[in-house]
C-alpha cells in the first residue's frame, strides 16, 4: 500500500478484498474511512457507490452511469503510418476506428481531496437557459471515469463524502447496498440536463507510452448578433505508461468548422502548466474550451513532449468530432 500526498492507492486491487482504506486527516495523520471491497468484473455500479479512483486516487461517489462509444486506435491492426492530415477523412473522425461500449460514470468528489488531484475539479461546465437568456452554469467537483478506475469501498460515516451536493442528490438508506441512494432532486436534474451531461463518445491513442484520452461534451448554442456561436468542453487525460519521466511542452491544434474554415492554435503548455509525468504522477487531467459558428466540426494534433533523457516527440491527440445537439428551450436547465 502507497499513501501518496493525502490519498491511498494500490496496485492489483482485483486481488484484494475488506482492506481498510486509509487517508490522511486534516492534521496529517493516518485514519481509516473504510474498507476495500471487491471491484466489479462485470455488470455497472450503483448510484451511491463510494470509490477511490484509480489513477488520481481522491474519494468519490457515483452519481449514475453513461454507456460510451470508446475509439481506441491502439487496438486496429497496425498499419503503415501516415501523417494525422493524411489519413482525417473530415465526415468521419474516429468512425474509421470501430467503437466499442463501455461504461463510463459520472461522480462527485470528495472536496478534501480536491487540493491533490491532478486534475481540475470545475471540470462540468454548460450552457443553461434561464430568464430568456443562456447562462453558463459551472458544476465543481464533478468528474467522469470509467469503470476499471473505480475501487469500491465501503464506509460507516453517513455522510463520507463533502461536497455541496451530496445531501441534495443522495440519501442514507441502511439497508440498502450500497447504503446511499438517490433522491428525486438527482434524478430531476440528470432529466433536465441531459443532454449536457451525456457522455457519448471517448477517443484513445499512444505515441512513446503516453496514453491520450479525449472526451468531447456539447454545451450549448448562444447568439451572437445574427450569428449562432456553438460551444464544447473537452476533457483531456494524459497518462505516462513508461518509466522515463516526461514533460508537455506545447501544444499544437487544428480546428475544421462545418462552416469550412480551418485554424491552427500553438502555444506553450496547456492551461498555463507544463505538466510532468513521472512513475509516481503519471496522469494529468485537464478541461477546456472550443466555439464554432457552426453546428459542428472536428479537432486533432499533437502535444510536444520532453523526455528526462533530452529525447522530444510529438504525442498524437486522436481526432474527434464536435457534434451539436437537439436543445429543449421551454425548460431552465439550472441547478437547484
Given at each position: 500500500m502507497l499513501v501518496r500526498r493525502g490519498v491511498l492507492l494500490l496496485n492489483k486491487l482485483s486481488r484484494i478484498t475488506q482492506i481498510p482504506v486509509l487517508c490522511?486527516?486534516?492534521?496529517?495523520?493516518?485514519?481509516?474511512?473504510?474498507?476495500?471491497?471487491?471491484?466489479?468484473?462485470?455488470?455497472?455500479?450503483?448510484?451511491?457507490?463510494?470509490?477511490?479512483?484509480?489513477?488520481?486516487?481522491?474519494?468519490?461517489?457515483?452519481?449514475?452511469?453513461?454507456?460510451?462509444?470508446?475509439?481506441?486506435?491502439?487496438?486496429?491492426?497496425?498499419k503503415e503510418f501516415k501523417p494525422i492530415e493524411e489519413t482525417l477523412n473530415y465526415n468521419?473522425?474516429?468512425?474509421?476506428?470501430?467503437?466499442?461500449?463501455?461504461?463510463?460514470?459520472?461522480?462527485?468528489?470528495?472536496?478534501?481531496?480536491?487540493?491533490?488531484?491532478?486534475?481540475q475539479t470545475e471540470a462540468v461546465t454548460f450552457l443553461g437557459n434561464q430568464?430568456?437568456?443562456?447562462?453558463?452554469?459551472?458544476?465543481?467537483?464533478?468528474?467522469?471515469?470509467?469503470?476499471?478506475?473505480?475501487m469500491p469501498y465501503i464506509a460507516g460515516d453517513k455522510k463520507p463524502i463533502r461536497h455541496d451536493l451530496f445531501d441534495k442528490f443522495l440519501q442514507y438508506h441502511g439497508e440498502r447496498d450500497p447504503p446511499f441512494g438517490p433522491r428525486e432532486t438527482l434524478k430531476a436534474w440528470q432529466e433536465r440536463n441531459h443532454p449536457w451531461l451525456e457522455l457519448s463518445d471517448v477517443h484513445k491513442e499512444t505515441t512513446e507510452n503516453i496514453r491520450v484520452t479525449v472526451i468531447p461534451f456539447y454545451m450549448g448554442c448562444r447568439e451572437s448578433q445574427s450569428t449562432n456561436?456553438?460551444?464544447?468542453?473537452?476533457?483531456?487525460?494524459?497518462?505516462?505508461?513508461?518509466?522515463?519521466t516526461v514533460q508537455l511542452?506545447?501544444?499544437?491544434?487544428r480546428i475544421f468548422s462545418l462552416s469550412g474554415t480551418l485554424e491552427t492554435v500553438r502555444g506553450r503548455g496547456v492551461v498555463g502548466q507544463e505538466p510532468v509525468l513521472s512513475s509516481q504522477q503519471?496522469?494529468?487531467?485537464y478541461s477546456s474550451h472550443v466555439s464554432l459558428q457552426a453546428p459542428s466540426g472536428h479537432m486533432w494534433g499533437t502535444f510536444r513532449m520532453e523526455r528526462e533523457d533530452g529525447f522530444t516527440f510529438d504525442c498524437r491527440i486522436p481526432p474527434f468530432s464536435l457534434e451539436s445537439k437537439q436543445e429543449d428551450t421551454t425548460q431552465p436547465s439550472g441547478l437547484m
Open positions: 490522511y486527516s486534516s492534521n496529517y495523520r493516518l485514519a481509516e474511512v473504510g474498507k476495500f471491497e471487491s471491484p466489479k468484473l462485470a455488470g455497472k455500479y450503483e448510484t451511491g457507490q463510494l470509490f477511490l479512483h484509480r489513477v488520481f486516487g481522491y474519494r468519490g461517489v457515483v452519481l449514475f452511469p453513461w454507456l460510451a462509444r470508446v475509439y481506441d486506435r491502439d487496438v486496429p491492426n497496425k468521419q473522425v474516429g468512425k474509421e476506428v470501430k467503437g466499442r461500449a463501455h461504461t463510463y460514470y459520472q461522480v462527485l468528489i470528495d472536496s478534501r481531496d480536491c487540493p491533490y488531484i491532478r486534475a430568464d430568456n437568456g443562456r447562462t453558463l452554469y459551472a458544476v465543481p467537483g464533478l468528474d467522469y471515469i470509467a469503470h476499471e478506475d473505480v456561436v456553438y460551444w464544447w468542453r473537452y476533457c483531456i487525460r494524459l497518462e505516462n505508461l513508461g518509466d522515463l511542452r506545447e501544444r499544437h491544434w503519471p496522469a494529468f487531467q
